[in-house]
C-alpha cells in the first residue's frame, strides 16, 4: 500500500506519473528500448528532452529571451555557478532566509563580495525580512533569494524589487506550485527532487543576456554558454530525470495547469493552517502573509509528544513528519503531488492524536 509521505525531498510523484513510467519502464513506445538505455543523441531521446522543454515553457509561460537548461549538481551547484557566469563588479546582494540561502552566500563569498541586505536568523528563520531598500547594491551583479524557505517554511509573498539588478532565485521547494511571472526574474534556479521529479536532474532558467559572462577559470560544465549552446547536450544529461519531468508537466497540464496547482495547494496549506490555529496542542511556528504552501512546520511545545506523533503517525501511514534538526518538532511537506486526500486524513490523525492525548 502506497503511504502518504510528507518528505521536504525527495518527495511523492503523482501515482498517474509513476504507473505510466511504469508500463513504459521496458519498452518506450515503439523504440523497443527503456528511456533510461537510450542514446542522449538518438532522434527518439531527442524527441523527448524538447518535448520536455517545450511543456515546462508552455506550463510556467517563459518568455523567449529565456533559456531552459537541464542540468546536474542540484541546486546546492547553482550556488557556486551563479557567481561564477554573473560577475562583472564582484558584488552581489543576499537575504539570508535561512540554510539555503546561507549555503548560497558561502559559496558566493568564495567568488565576490556579499553584502547582507537582511536576514531573519533572530527568530529562527520563522519569517521573511522587511527590506530596506537603500541597503541594495545599485551595481550588484545579482540579487539572491531563496523563494521557499523548505526547512522553516516561510515563502516570500512578494519580491524585492532590485531593478536592473538580476534576481536569482532558490524555487527549489516551489517552482510548479503556482503561476509566477519568469520576466521578474534573472535566474531561476530547482533541483527536481521536491516538485518535479527523481533527485538528480536540476532545472535553470536564465535570461539570455546573462549567458556567456563566466570568470575566464569557470570550468566548462559550469558555464551556462555550454550548457546553452549545446541545448543541455555536452554531455550526458541525466536522462531519464528530465523524461519524469515531461511526465510531472503533462500530469499538471492535465489538472489545468499552475494556476489549478495554485488553488489545490491553497486548499491542502489552509486545511492544515486552520486545523493548526485551532487546536490546543499543535501550533504553526509561521504566521501570516509568510506562510508556505509547500512546507508547514508544526510543533506541540513538548519533544516527548512531539516524537509519540511522529512514531504514531508513521505507523498510521503517515511517513516523514519529524522536522528539521534546526526547527524541532514537526514538518508536513505538501508539494503538488500530494493529494487532498492526504491532508485531509491527516488532519483527521492529528485531531484523534489530540483527543487521545490531552
Ligand atoms: C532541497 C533544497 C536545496 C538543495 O537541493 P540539492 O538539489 O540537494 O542541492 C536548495 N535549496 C532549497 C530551497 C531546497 O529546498
Not at 501515482?15 to 511504469?22: D, I, P, R, T
Not at 535553470?204 to 555550454?226: H, S
Amino acid at each position: 500500500m502506497r503511504v502518504y509521505n510528507f518528505s521536504a525531498g525527495p518527495a511523492m510523484l503523482p501515482e498517474e506519473v509513476l504507473k505510466k513510467a511504469a508500463a513504459e519502464l521496458v519498452e518506450y513506445g515503439e523504440t523497443g528500448q527503456s528511456v533510461m538505455e537510450m542514446s542522449h543523441r538518438s532522434k527518439e531521446y531527442d524527441a523527448i528532452i524538447k518535448a520536455t522543454e517545450k511543456t515546462l515553457r508552455d506550463v510556467m509561460s517563459i518568455p523567449d529571451n529565456y533559456k531552459v537548461l537541464f542540468l546536474q549538481g542540484g541546486a546546492s551547484l547553482q550556488f557556486a555557478m551563479v557567481p561564477l557566469n554573473l560577475m562583472k563588479t564582484g558584488k552581489a546582494d543576499f537575504v539570508v532566509t535561512g540554510q539555503w540561502a546561507k549555503k548560497a552566500l558561502e559559496q558566493a563569498q568564495k567568488y565576490c563580495e556579499c553584502n547582507v541586505v537582511a536576514t531573519s536568523k533572530d527568530k529562527t528563520f520563522s519569517y521573511i525580512p522587511e527590506l530596506d531598500k537603500s541597503k541594495f547594491n545599485p551595481n550588484a551583479d545579482y540579487f539572491h533569494i531563496c523563494e521557499n524557505n523548505t526547512i522553516y517554511g516561510t515563502k516570500w509573498s512578494e519580491l524585492p524589487d532590485t531593478g536592473n539588478v538580476p534576481l536569482v532565485s532558490d524555487m527549489s521547494s516551489c517552482i510548479l506550485s503556482e503561476p509566477v511571472d519568469v520576466s521578474k526574474y534573472g535566474i531561476i534556479f530547482a533541483g527536481a527532487q521536491k516538485n518535479m521529479g527523481p533527485a538528480g536532474l536540476t532545472v535553470v532558467i536564465i535570461r539570455e543576456d546573462l549567458v556567456g559572462n563566466a570568470q575566464e577559470k569557470t570550468p566548462i560544465m559550469l558555464d551556462y554558454k555550454t550548457q546553452v549552446d549545446n541545448e543541455s547536450l555536452y554531455n550526458t544529461p541525466p536522462t531519464y530525470g528530465i523524461y519524469i519531468l515531461k511526465l510531472v508537466l503533462e500530469w499538471i497540464q492535465s489538472k489545468g495547469g499552475l494556476t489549478a496547482m495554485k488553488e489545490i495547494n491553497t486548499k491542502k496549506a489552509g486545511l492544515l493552517y486552520d486545523f493548526l490555529d485551532n487546536s490546543k496542542m499543535f501550533s504553526a511556528t509561521v504566521f501570516g502573509k509568510d506562510r508556505s504552501l509547500m512546507n508547514i512546520p508544526f510543533v506541540t511545545g513538548n519533544d516527548e509528544l512531539d516524537s509519540k506523533f511522529v512514531a504514531e503517525a508513521k505507523k498510521a501511514g503517515f511517513i516523514n513528519l519529524k522536522g528539521h534538526r534546526s526547527v524541532g518538532g514537526m514538518r508536513a511537506s505538501i508539494y503538488n503531488a500530494m493529494p487532498v486526500e492526504g491532508v485531509e486524513k491527516l488532519v483527521e490523525f492529528m485531531g484523534k492524536f489530540e483527543s487521545e492525548n490531552a
